[in-house]
């Protein structure tokens, strides 16, 4: 009989959607009788808590980036955090090897963590940004994803959550100048339930780095304060207090869970979004259509926004000089196109024999 095999799952803190995108990862694992440890530091580590509380939970400290309150200076905030970056990649990727050993680790999982390579075991790399895009600059551009495909193949494979065909993440993630790339379809923690009872006319679902969340959050909350519509509106701030709001219509939390969130979103006739690629990914799994909004200076969510309204799969709105009564009545008047179905058993059909290979 085959020992336990020990997995080690580690996903970015740069946004709560890396963590919340392991999540069937992690079930996945466990089906498959893994023994599985995640490691990520106190926010990403209390997410996957709630759903698995019984796991073995490592601190690894995060990469901590902080944004620019303005679009044009992202690229020189970002800029200016590169030795911090790097830093953080060799610190994690000797506190690899490290816990290889003390936890005699078979196999590690990084999503989106570059330093968590390792020759000693297999070691898989989980990203849909395998060319990152970077608008400003050719030149940057190519030279940023030397360094992205440079650390990509010093993994045994990457997987990626798309699908080769009719891809989610539209040129993100076409494997070009990588060859170890496994498409793994979309990951999603919820579910579609049957029969949901419309309770909101919009669900606002927040998220993402700070300031742009809460620049985002008071704008909508400014336009939304007389409101005759039903509207829930999920801050996205885990263990936040609450903010006052007199308006009966409007319901306002800091936080929801993954099934609070699967049922709000099923209940709500239109959702408003940022464009990050974990929620837009939740949003396929239930087949609700929305309106994104990616954050300013954010090259992923621009491209994702641009993407994904020209495949009439989404509508997306610039941040600033948003005015919500005027996307409202441009999405009530939009053609969406039916939005695509994905092999929900690829995921499975991709972990299984990667663990019959560890045995």
Known sequence: ??????????????????????????????????????????????????????????????????????????????????????????????????????????AVVSDNRYGLFTKNIPSIFITHQIQIQVPQSIVLQKLVNTINHFFIRQFTTCWVPDAEQNRLSGNLSIAKNVKNIQYIGILSRLEIMTKPIIKYDIAIVLSGPEPQRTILENSLLQQMKNTTKRIIFIRGKANAGEIQNQNENLTILSYASGVELQEIILSSKIIMSRAGYSTIMDLVKLKKHGIIIPTPGQTEQEYLGEYLQHKKWFLAQEQYNLDVEKALLTYSTFSFEPLPTYDAALLQHIIRPFIEDLK
């Open 1 to 106: 009989m085959h020992k336990q095999k020990k997995i080690l799952i580690a996903p970015l803190d740069w946004g709560m959607g890396h963590a919340t995108r392991c999540i069937p990862l992690i079930a996945s694992f466990i089906q498959n009788n893994c023994d599985v440890l995640i490691a990520g530091n106190e926010q990403t580590n209390a997410l996957i808590k709630e759903q698995f509380p019984s796991l073995t939970y490592l601190h690894l400290a995060g990469y901590d980036i902080n944004y620019s309150t303005k679009k044009w200076t992202l690229p020189f905030v970002i800029g200016f955090q590169i030795p911090k970056i790097i830093k953080r990649i060799i610190t994690e990727h000797f506190w690899l090897k490290k816990i290889i050993k003390q936890h005699q680790i078979d």
